[in-house]
């Protein structure tokens, strides 16, 4: 899963942070299936397993677990919650995005897995 190399606070598994580039609509807005997904940065993350719940939508049940990636802030790398994050070849859809006591020090991710696209 990514494991490998141990840093700082136990952050032992390697994350990419990856953005869509999106297209122009047409109608002012942005098209949220343009482009292929590409690579901000690396880092090295605690990884750390949330709360998961399920949903019903259309008659289907849709699981979602949620994690929490800490990782150094990086003045240089800005993390949206339009990115993402890939381990290995699972991937996060950002929801949260926390700047620790505003001191750019620590990051903390908060994402959920199995979202639909």
Known sequence: MGQGKTGA??????????SNPRASDGHGGQDNKGGEWVDKFTAWSKMEKGAGRESFLNRQRSTRSGYKFTLDFQLAN?????DRV?????????????????????????????RPD
């Open 9 to 18: 606070g136990g952050r032992s598994t390697l994350i990419k942070i990856q």
């Open 78 to 82: 800005e993390v949206l919650t339009t």
């Open 86 to 114: 890939l381990v290995g070849l699972r991937t996060f859809d950002i929801f949260d995005v926390d700047n620790v006591d505003e001191m750019n020090r620590t990051l903390v991710v908060r994402a959920e897995e199995g």
